[in-house]
Each structure stands twice: as C-alpha cells, then as structure tokens.
C-alpha cells in the first residue's frame, strides 16, 4: 500500500502528509493498521491520523467484500 495526501483542508493535522509518517504504511494491509503501533501516534495530528487510519480500514473492508 502507498498512499499520497493530495489536499488538505484543514490547518491542524498537516504533518499526517510528511512522507516519513506515510513510508511507515509501505507494504501494510490497511486492514490490519493499528494507529499508535502501525503508524506510530503524531502529537498535535492525533484525530487527522486517526481518521486517515481508520478510513483506510473501510476501504479495505469494503473491497475484501
């Protein structure tokens, strides 16, 4: 799995588009990412990170159906 962040709207949470944050991901199911352990937890991004996490976790859930 790769992932780009091509827009964001928010001023608060940016640092979820810093490539090493992302490379973290690189060859990871994101049915099995785990915020905090897989990728590791950002201060000051926590409910952008968050919500990055777990919409990846739907999508692939939605395409393992």
């Not at 940016?14 to 992302?22: T, V």
């Not at 990871?28 to 990170?49: F, H, M, N, R, W």
């Not at 919409?55 to 692939?60: A, E, P, Q, T, V």
Request: some cysteine; hydrophobic content about 35%; proline content about 3%.
């Amino acid at each position: 799995m790769r992932i780009s962040i091509l827009e964001m709207e928010s001023d608060y949470g940016y640092q979820i588009a810093s490539k090493p944050w992302l490379r973290q991901m690189e060859g990871k199911s994101a049915c099995q990412l785990q915020y905090g352990k897989t990728p590791d937890a950002i201060s000051e991004a926590t409910v952008s990170a968050k919500s990055l996490v777990e919409d990846l976790k739907n999508i692939c859930y939605l395409l393992s159906e």
